[in-house]
Structure formats: structure tokens, C-alpha cells
């Protein structure tokens, strides 16, 4: 099979973690936490994530010319992701993600967005030939400019959640949201022009076309380590099955499994499961 090429456009940060018993609530110190540092980043996840699940990725990004950028691309030039489209700037620091987990895998994340923010529309490809994946931790402006120079395949992750223009929700072949978010899109979910994909935590995810349901999916049943970047996984995965020609369930199917696998171990890049793995955990959750 041939691999799916995906240019990605998006974020690229480090993650600081600190892995504590709670999180901290308004106001509140919590001591004794655990300090690891991960390359992060939403779109540098989704990039690692597919290049992983067997896709050739080529990655769109804006970095700081500092030492937070070299770590932070670390895993994705270790991968193949071709980082030729990488621009970095002297004037402007690397992205950083504070992330705070629990013990049950839950966490809280405060992003400083540094290069990712100094994006603008006029310094994109002109042309966009590739499948097309893009999420909101970059200005809308950009996201929407390039989903429409695409003339492939768009998949939109509304994460963290911007209002978009209707004529970018209409154009994307997939959208990729959680509860919360597809709640803020409210009446716009059904004026999607393609596939909507809503993530429900636990509990899976369900797959819509046109406002029907055509699918719904739980996950494996895996013991959570830490839940950041799952969400990315979802998306890359889902994105590279129905890029391969698989069926709603099945898409999904493979999006949940590979999605519950990288919260089985911690930070976001270094979670990334590979396409045998995946395979692996499908095979024997179907026996």
C-alpha cells in the first residue's frame, strides 16, 4: 500500500509536566509533583502520530532559533517527519506547554504560544496538493487560508476550540472535536460538508455525516497513565484509516484503539503508538 502524504500545519511546543497525586484547584500549592520535559505541540503530535500509524508527513511550523526548538523537534526528525517547512525565528521563543497530570491521568495545560502565534496566512505554500490536516493552537486566519489553498483531503481538529468560518467547516472532508467543543459549534455541527468526529472521553467516540450518527466506537479497556496528546493520536489516526479507504467503524475502531494505547504511557510525542502496536491491541481485543 502506498503511504498517505499529509503536510500538517500547526503547533510545535515543548511540554514541561509535572506529574503530582491532584491537581491544584484555584488558588491552591500542590507539592511532592514529579518534573519531565516532552516535545509538544498539537500539530508536531498529530505529525509524529501519523508518521508512526505509516503515513509520510511534511510538517508546516513555526519555532524560536533556541534550545526549546532543537528538543522539541527532536522526535519528529528521528521519525522522518520532513521538516524542511520549519521556520524559525529569531525574534521569538519555542512554544511551551505547563502541563499538570493526577494520578488517574487527568490534566491541566497553560500554553505560552511564542513562534505558533507570529504565523501569518501570507507565508503559507501557495499551493496545497497533499491531504491537509491543521488544528487551533495557530491564528484561525492561518488554518482557515490554508484549508482553502487545499485541493486534497482536509481534516479540521477544532482543538482548542476558535470559532471557524462556515465555508472552512464545510470544506473539511473530516472535523475532529470533543463534547465540549461540538457543543460550542452547536447548529454548525450539521452544516459540516464531511465526516464529524466527536471524541467522548472513556466512553469513545461517535462518527456523523449530514447530523446522522454512522458510527460509535468505545475504546480497549487500558489503564490510563496520562491523557495528553490523546486526542492528537485520535485525530491522526482516524485521519490516516479513512485516507486508506476504511469504513466508519473501522476508522474508528482503529482511532479509539490507538488513542486508548498512548494514555498508557506518559507525555504526548513519546506516547505515539506505532501501527503495530495498534494492530496488535485491535487484534486481540476482537478475539
Same mark, same amino acid.
Given at each position: 500500500m502506498t503511504?498517505?502524504?499529509?503536510?500538517?500545519?500547526?503547533?510545535?511546543?515543548?511540554?514541561?509536566?509535572?506529574?503530582?497525586?491532584?491537581?491544584?484547584?484555584?488558588?491552591?500549592?500542590?507539592?511532592?509533583?514529579?518534573?519531565?520535559?516532552h516535545p509538544? @505541540?498539537?500539530? %508536531?503530535?498529530?505529525?509524529? /502520530? #501519523?508518521a508512526? =500509524?505509516? $503515513? &509520510?508527513?511534511?510538517?508546516?511550523?513555526?519555532? @524560536?532559533i533556541? %534550545?526549546?526548538?532543537d528538543? /522539541? #523537534?527532536a522526535? =519528529?526528525? $528521528? &521519525?522522518g517527519v520532513?521538516?524542511?517547512?520549519?521556520?524559525?525565528?529569531p525574534?521569538?521563543?519555542?512554544g511551551?506547554a505547563l502541563?499538570?497530570?493526577?494520578?488517574?491521568?487527568?490534566?491541566?495545560?497553560?500554553?505560552?504560544?511564542?513562534?505558533?502565534?507570529?504565523?501569518r496566512?501570507?507565508?503559507?505554500p501557495?499551493?496545497i496538493?497533499?491531504?491537509?490536516?491543521c488544528?487551533l493552537?495557530?491564528?484561525?486566519?492561518?488554518?482557515?487560508a490554508?484549508?482553502r489553498?487545499a485541493?486534497?483531503?482536509?481534516?479540521l481538529?477544532?482543538?482548542?476550540?476558535?470559532?471557524?468560518?462556515?465555508?472552512c467547516?464545510?470544506?473539511?472532508d473530516l472535523?475532529?472535536?470533543?463534547?465540549?467543543e461540538a457543543?460550542?459549534l452547536?447548529?454548525?455541527?450539521?452544516?459540516?460538508?464531511?465526516?464529524?468526529?466527536i471524541?467522548l472521553?472513556?466512553?469513545?467516540?461517535?462518527?456523523?455525516?449530514?447530523?446522522?450518527?454512522?458510527?460509535?466506537v468505545?475504546?480497549p479497556?487500558?489503564?490510563?497513565?496520562?491523557?495528553?496528546?490523546?486526542?492528537?493520536?485520535?485525530?491522526?489516526?482516524?485521519?490516516?484509516?479513512?485516507l486508506?479507504?476504511g469504513?466508519?467503524?473501522?476508522?474508528?475502531r482503529?482511532?479509539?484503539?490507538?488513542?486508548?494505547?498512548?494514555?498508557?504511557r506518559?507525555?504526548?510525542?513519546?506516547?505515539?503508538p506505532?501501527?503495530?502496536?495498534v494492530?496488535?491491541?485491535?487484534?486481540g481485543?476482537?478475539?
Amino acid at each position: 500500500m502506498t503511504r498517505p502524504l499529509v503536510r500538517v500545519i500547526g503547533s510545535v511546543n515543548l511540554d514541561i509536566v509535572a506529574s503530582a497525586p491532584s491537581l491544584p484547584r484555584p488558588g491552591e500549592t500542590v507539592i511532592g509533583a514529579s518534573l519531565t520535559r516532552h516535545p509538544g @505541540g498539537k500539530g %508536531a503530535n498529530q505529525a509524529l /502520530a #501519523l508518521a508512526r =500509524l505509516g $503515513a &509520510e508527513v511534511r510538517l508546516w511550523a513555526w519555532t @524560536g532559533i533556541d %534550545a526549546f526548538a532543537d528538543e /522539541a #523537534l527532536a522526535l =519528529l526528525r $528521528a &521519525e522522518g517527519v520532513d521538516l524542511s517547512e520549519v521556520i524559525g525565528l529569531p525574534d521569538s521563543h519555542t512554544g511551551v506547554a505547563l502541563i499538570g497530570v493526577d494520578a488517574a491521568g487527568e490534566n491541566q495545560i497553560l500554553v505560552a504560544s511564542g513562534a505558533n502565534a507570529r504565523m501569518r496566512p501570507e507565508d503559507l505554500p501557495p499551493d496545497i496538493t497533499e491531504a491537509l490536516l491543521c488544528q487551533l493552537e495557530c491564528p484561525v486566519e492561518v488554518v482557515a487560508a490554508a484549508i482553502r489553498r487545499a485541493r486534497g483531503f482536509v481534516a479540521l481538529n477544532l482543538a482548542p476550540y476558535a470559532p471557524m468560518p462556515l465555508d472552512c467547516l464545510q470544506r473539511a472532508d473530516l472535523l475532529v472535536l470533543n463534547a465540549i467543543e461540538a457543543e460550542a459549534l452547536g447548529d454548525q455541527v450539521a452544516q459540516a460538508g464531511g465526516a464529524v468526529a466527536i471524541t467522548l472521553g472513556a466512553e469513545g467516540a461517535r462518527l456523523l455525516r449530514g447530523g446522522r450518527e454512522t458510527a460509535r466506537v468505545r475504546p480497549p479497556e487500558v489503564r490510563v497513565v496520562d491523557s495528553t496528546g490523546a486526542g492528537d493520536v485520535f485525530t491522526s489516526a482516524l485521519m490516516l484509516s479513512l485516507l486508506e479507504g476504511g469504513d466508519d467503524t473501522g476508522a474508528l475502531r482503529f482511532a479509539c484503539t490507538a488513542a486508548a494505547l498512548s494514555a498508557t504511557r506518559p507525555g504526548a510525542q513519546t506516547a505515539c503508538p506505532t501501527r503495530r502496536e495498534v494492530e496488535d491491541l485491535l487484534a486481540g481485543d476482537m478475539t
